[in-house]
């Protein structure tokens, strides 16, 4: 008998993370986080205190290696059901399209939550060992940039979704580390708009939460400036893109044929 | 109810019309051959009844299911195999099985034993730790098949299983299907090896430019459009006077001749295929060795009806 949905999805979801394991895929990945992150840590070594250390460490860490860790594992997930053909095997069994695609996204959350885990650990690990101590404000930190991950794959499964496996990645990776910040400096500098839809720009309260200046807007005399994002503004944002992309996602999914 | 419905199935690729009302019904128990040229329409309808691609309109039904609404109940007892299967490269067979296995609720102790034993029915034991990526076509149209077998499925959807096998695995793939049949599967197999076809089916569905042109069974549509052939085996070839006597013979309609073999086509059935080997032999004075009906007769019918 076909088991129930759920079943299903916790089935893909342990065979995406055997095979990313087996194609040393994961393994790659976390020796690239920590590569990266190790590095990064030596670099801010000699900052003044805890706090400055973690601030900007966890600044440029998580922001770019947030992107490489969600284009790196959903930039072809689906895509390659498609483009290589192996989804002739996996959609013509008794399952909804809406269940592969929750079985590939809790894998690949899996993934990205070790990889973040990775990241925080070693940044901890520095700071304590640096300074002795280490800002608790880390933790909900973390909980942001675990957020931001799962932003950052809803969106890549979504281009997964509708494109091929090569244009899917290309578009994910400089949508999220290049146009986005690139509009969001323009709305900022030009227009003066303070442009909190955009997910790059909710991915500042990731370091901001460590240690967030006094004042979130100021008042300069060539305009309005923001030291960083609204927290629940940039969560309510973070959230959205979650769900109105994965939403998206599988409709995309459910209509995409098999040619 | 009948396994397999569909009804004024149409589908469009932009402007290009693949099927054209396709309307057939395949009865429970019977393997029907799904022929017709390329881009006549077969995969299209296979996709369509797997839930692959959408129709522009009409409508498919798979255990009495719609695979598009309820996925889940219409592929439960359905296996299928489309075009040459392709693998995730770093899984080896046994991932493969064990995988699509699980998805189908197959449990631990019953999986491992099924997929074991479904290597060895594809002949793939020596590779089950070896990975995909290395297969070659024959081997992955192999493992297509035992993924589709894995379950023992009422239904069976295939899409050219044979295609990329070598002579002895497209004889093993012939027996397995009418294994398949013997046990009271429902077939429903689109080739373009109208041997395999003939051998294996009851019935012939005949489609071109996405029409279906004719179902039936095989020996009506024989009977329908005259075309019989027999193959004549012989010990010598035959003096062109015997040639010459073969034509004359009453329910003859054509004949060729190589070396010491023949193919005649005749009009009529079993007895008059009995009296036109006596008559080859008695009469004739032709030493015949052996004879089999031809693959010919279907080849035939079906080119008759695809130029028509």
């Not at chain 2, 299907?177 to 012939?204: N, P, R, W």
């Not at chain 2, 079993?270 to 080849?299: T, Y």
């Amino acid at each position: 008998m076909t088991p129930s949905s759920l079943k299903q999805a916790a089935t893909i979801m342990r065979y995406e993370l055997w095979r990313a394991t087996k194609s040393l895929r994961l393994i790659g990945l976390l020796i690239i986080v920590t590569v990266f992150s190790v590095l990064a840590a030596k670099g801010l070594e000699g900052r003044g205190n805890a706090t400055a250390f973690g601030k900007e460490f966890f600044t440029v860490a998580p922001f770019l290696l947030i992107i490489v860790v969600g284009v790196w594992l959903g930039g072809d997930i689906l895509a390659t059901e498609f483009e290589r053909k192996t989804g002739y095997m996996l959609f013509t069994n008794p399952i909804k399209r809406v269940t592969i695609v929750a079985g590939k996204f809790m894998a690949c959350f899996v993934s990205t939550l070790l990889s973040i885990s990775v990241l925080y650990l070693i940044g901890t690990i520095f700071t304590l060992n640096n300074y002795g101590w280490a800002p608790l404000t880390i933790l909900g930190s973390f909980g942001l940039a675990v957020l931001y991950g799962c932003a950052v794959l809803s969106l890549t499964f979504l281009f997964s979704s509708i494109l091929g496996v090569a244009s899917a990645t290309v578009v994910s990776f400089f949508s999220l580390i290049l146009i986005m910040p690139i509009l969001g400096a323009l709305l900022l500098s030009n227009a003066g708009v303070e442009p909190w839809f955009l997910l790059s720009y909710s991915a500042g309260t990731i370091s901001a939460y460590i240690d967030p200046p006094a004042q979130r807007i100021v008042s300069t005399q060539t305009g309005t400036n923001y030291a960083y994002p609204d927290f629940t503004i940039s969560v309510i944002v973070m959230l959205a893109y979650v769900f109105v992309s994965i939403i998206l996602c599988i409709i995309a999914t459910k209509r995409r044929e098999m040619r | 109810m009948e396994p397999i419905v569909t009804k004024n199935l149409t589908k469009y690729y932009g402007k290009l019309l693949a099927l054209d009302t396709l309307t057939i019904k395949i009865r429970k128990g019977t393997c029907v051959g799904f022929l017709g040229p390329n881009g006549a329409g077969k995969s299209t309808t296979i996709k369509i009844l797997c839930g692959l691609i959408y129709p522009s309109d009409g409508e498919a039904y798979v255990n009495g299911f719609n695979p598009f609404e309820e996925p889940r109940s219409a592929l439960e007892n359905v296996g299928c195999m489309i075009e040459v299967p392709e693998f995730y490269p770093h899984f080896n067979a046994t991932d493969v099985l064990r995988y699509y296995g699980k998805l189908r609720g197959i449990s631990d102790p019953e999986l491992g034993k099924k997929v074991k034993e479904i290597l060895e029915l594809a002949e793939l034991s020596k590779w089950a730790k070896t990975k995909t990526s290395k297969f070659s076509r024959g081997m992955k149209q192999r493992l297509g098949v035992a993924q589709a077998l894995l379950h023992d499925p009422s239904i069976l959807i295939l899409d050219e299983p044979a295609l990329g096998l070598d002579p002895r695995g497209i004889v093993e793939m012939r027996n397995l299907l009418k294994e398949m049949v013997k046990h009271g599967k429902t077939i429903f197999l689109a080739s373009h090896m109208l041997y395999e076809v003939q051998e294996v089916c009851d019935t012939v569905a005949l489609i071109n430019r996405g029409k279906l042109l004719v179902h039936d069974k095989v020996e009506n549509l024989e009977k329908l459009f005259r075309v019989q052939i027999i193959e004549v085996d012989l010990l010598k070839p035959p003096t062109f006077k015997q040639l010459k006597k073969v034509k004359k013979l009453e329910s003859v309609k054509s004949y060729f001749a190589e070396k010491n073999r023949m193919k005649i086509n005749f009009d009529g059935d079993k007895v008059a295929q009995a009296k036109l080997l006596m008559a080859l032999v008695k009469d004739i004075g032709l030493q015949v060795a052996s004879f089999r009906p031809s693959a010919a007769a279907l080849e035939e019918l079906y080119l008759h009806l695809v130029e028509e």
